[in-house]
């Protein structure tokens, strides 16, 4: 136990000037024979000391241009175009009155009729006949649609 370095035993260390050493740093014989430590790096101080960067250059005078007000120019996708798909045969049938019956649960169906107003990818529209509100319809829920001609 000679050998045991006890933190509080610095008495007069740090209040010594005529100490050799820096706080942190002991030589062997400062306190009780206790062996040498050496001293660790300095902590980072936060400031970048890698390479330098030039600055990002200023882009060019650009002109300010009008958002175009219309939906965007991208392409239909294929299952709105192609009645193979339940989309793009429902989309052919925009303002025909129909019944839509859609699947809740396992064993539920539910049924709205209206006037088919839009199909979406994922989703249809339709004008219910006594309120006159749109309804937005999870296509992937529909069991049956009946068109009324």
Request: glycine content about 8%; hydrophobic content about 35%; aromatic content about 10%.
């Given at each position: 136990?000679?050998?045991?370095?006890?933190p509080?035993?610095?008495?007069?260390?740090?209040?010594?000037?005529?100490?050799?050493?820096?706080?942190?740093?002991?030589?062997?014989?400062?306190?009780?024979?206790s062996?040498?430590?050496?001293?660790?790096?300095?902590?980072?101080?936060?400031?970048?000391?890698?390479?330098?960067?030039?600055?990002?250059?200023?882009?060019?005078?650009?002109?300010?241009?009008?958002?175009?007000s219309?939906?965007?120019?991208?392409?239909?996708?294929?299952?709105?175009?192609?009645?193979?798909?339940?989309?793009?045969?429902?989309?052919?049938?925009?303002?025909?009155?129909?019944?839509?019956?859609?699947?809740?649960?396992?064993?539920?169906?539910?049924?709205?009729?209206?006037?088919?107003?839009?199909?979406?990818?994922?989703?249809?529209?339709?004008?219910?006949?006594?309120?006159?509100?749109?309804?937005?319809?999870?296509?992937?829920?529909?069991?049956?649609?009946?068109?009324?001609?």
């Open positions: 136990m000679a050998n045991y370095f006890n509080c035993n610095c008495q007069g260390f740090y209040n010594n000037p005529d100490r050799q050493t820096t706080p942190g740093q002991f030589s062997p014989g400062n306190v009780n024979g062996p040498s430590v050496t001293t660790l790096p300095p902590l980072p101080t936060g400031y970048p000391t890698g390479p330098m960067y030039s600055p990002m250059l200023q882009p060019a005078a650009v002109t300010p241009q009008t958002v175009p219309a939906p965007s120019m991208e392409p239909e996708p294929e299952t709105l175009q192609n009645i193979a798909y339940t989309q793009g045969y429902l989309k052919q049938h925009i303002g025909a009155r129909v019944k839509v019956e859609f699947l809740i649960g396992t064993n539920m169906l539910v049924d709205r009729e209206g006037t088919l107003v839009d199909v979406g990818t994922s989703y249809i529209i339709i004008r219910e006949v006594d309120t006159d509100d749109l309804l937005l319809a999870d296509l992937y829920s529909i069991k049956f649609v009946r068109f009324y001609y």
